[in-house]
């Protein structure tokens, strides 16, 4: 279940909450751009499925009480994944991972690759503020419930 927002931040409460992709959908699809995001966030999480990957986590400002976020970001699990039926696009991180965002509005990274110079992985780099490194929470998805 998805937490309320924390009042102050408009960020989920630090912790990696479970939702189905109906809650994700009611929860943060409320405005035309949103709805946007959610259809390519939905075609990527497909498609990671299709690969055999079985769990995502959904991060940035799509996930917070912005009312017209940018974009979306996650990560995936990669246990399971048969990279011969992966979209070679979820892999391609050059030009600022262009080709990510251009066929599915966000980027999603391996959730065990490293994000930053100071080694941490993507899992837990997005359970941190980008600005003040303060915890905040993310969101889980099992995605053979994915429509």
């Not at 924390?6 to 809650?23: F, Q, T, V």
């Not at 946007?36 to 940035?60: P, S, T």
Request: hydrophobic share 40%.
């Amino acid at each position: 279940m998805i937490p309320s927002f924390d009042k102050r931040s408009g960020k989920l409460p630090p912790g990696i909450h479970e939702a189905s992709w109906d809650e994700l959908a009611s929860r943060f699809g409320r405005t035309a751009r949103r709805r946007r995001l959610l259809d390519g966030l939905l075609r990527a999480l497909q498609a990671l499925r299709d690969a055999g990957c079985r769990r995502a986590y959904i991060d940035g400002s799509f996930v917070t009480a912005k009312r017209i976020p940018g974009d979306f970001d996650g990560c995936w699990d990669s246990d399971g994944v048969d990279p011969d039926r992966l979209d070679p696009v979820l892999l391609d991180f050059s030009r600022f991972r262009a080709a990510q965002k251009a066929k599915y509005g966000g980027e999603l990274f391996v959730s065990n690759a490293v994000a930053d110079l100071l080694g941490t992985r993507f899992l837990d780099f997005f359970q941190r503020d980008a600005y003040s490194g303060r915890p905040k929470g993310i969101v889980a998805m099992d995605l053979e419930g994915l429509p």
